[in-house]
């Protein structure tokens, strides 16, 4: 008769590794969204500000002003 040696439970060790490859992918995304934020986040205010331009609520030197603010 052949005897299976488990040894360290070896499906349970595949199950434990996919499962830590799933943590770090899902912290990758997570991570990678939340830095995206700013970017995302700056991107609408100078959309807004050029609606704001665009619709006279500003003129050109406020306008520039802003821009350098929100860029830097």
């Known amino acids: 008769m052949i005897e299976i040696h488990w040894g360290y439970f070896p499906p349970f060790g595949f199950l434990f590794f996919v499962l830590?490859?799933?943590?770090?992918?899902?912290?990758?995304?997570?991570w990678r969204r939340r830095n995206g934020g700013c970017y995302r986040d700056s991107h609408n205010a100078l959309s807004l500000l050029e609606k704001r331009l665009v619709s006279?609520?500003?003129?050109?030197?406020?306008?520039?002003?802003?821009?350098?603010?929100?860029?830097?």
């Open 20 to 30: 830590l490859a799933g943590l770090l992918i899902s912290n990758i995304i997570m």
């Open 56 to 72: 006279g609520e500003i003129d050109t030197e406020e306008y520039q002003k802003i821009k350098e603010t929100l860029t830097n």
